[in-house]
């Protein structure tokens, strides 16, 4: 079965500290891929996506995501971590050819510490 | 103005009783989907529309139905609640032109306390 895993349940950092949260995806086919952030009480943002080309996306808000197909991997990074990225990211993926049917990763909470 | 409009934002209900959660866009797209979240699930797909006439299943519709009344409108109901169904849904939509081709955008919300 097609499943996305996101590792880390929890991360904690200090302002200022650089920061990679995992993704790694199962199935053979290469998908879109994308990186979601919820911040509390609030829906879903999109950060990034990857659909071909240039495996290295940027996005909003300083951050980037390295697509590596030997690995299965989408990691999002971001060099310096500031307070206000305390939320709760999510890596998700379609296999769908298009159709948008998502499927997501349980999600990293990330907390920032002063 | 949100462009993804869910209502209520926050429902308590009983075993057993009907609820439906309304979700209205404003951004044109014709594809809309019902997620619900749980702590340490993720999002999981109830179901999708891709046009009015378009009703699809998706990973958790056992329990769930739904109606689209309009391009713009895209309603989820559970015809008998139950305590399991406690979650926060979120409504979302998509479109298959431009730049933001692939994109889901979200709406902020329902959260549903069954007793």
Request: aromatic share 12%.
């Amino acid at each position: 079965a097609q499943s996305v895993t996101q590792p880390d349940i929890h991360i904690t950092v200090s302002e200022g500290a650089s920061l990679e949260l995992r993704c790694n995806y199962s199935y053979g086919a290469t998908p879109y891929l994308f990186w979601y952030v919820q911040s509390p009480g609030q829906g879903l943002q999109l950060l990034l996506k990857y659909f071909s080309g240039d495996t290295l996306v940027q996005g909003i808000k300083g951050f980037e995501a390295e697509f590596k197909r030997s690995q299965s991997s989408f990691n999002l990074r971001k060099p310096s971590v500031h307070w206000s990225d305390a939320a709760e990211y999510f890596c998700a993926v379609d296999w769908s050819g298009g159709y948008n049917k998502l499927i997501f990763g349980a999600g990293t909470r990330l907390a920032v510490h002063p | 103005d949100a462009d993804v409009t869910q209502t209520p934002r926050n429902r308590i209900t009983k075993t057993g009783k009907r609820i439906m959660l309304e979700c209205s866009q404003t951004k044109g797209h014709d594809r809309m989907y019902w997620y619900r979240q749980d702590p340490g699930l993720g999002l999981q797909l109830i179901y999708y529309s891709f046009d009015v006439k378009d009703i699809n299943k998706g990973e958790i519709s056992d329990g769930y139905s739904v109606s689209r009344q309009a391009q713009a409108k895209f309603s989820l109901s559970l015809e008998s609640a139950i305590p399991n169904q406690t979650a926060l849904y979120f409504c979302a939509t998509s479109t298959v032109t431009g730049a933001n081709t692939g994109e889901l955008f979200f709406g902020e919300g329902s959260r549903l306390t069954v007793l």
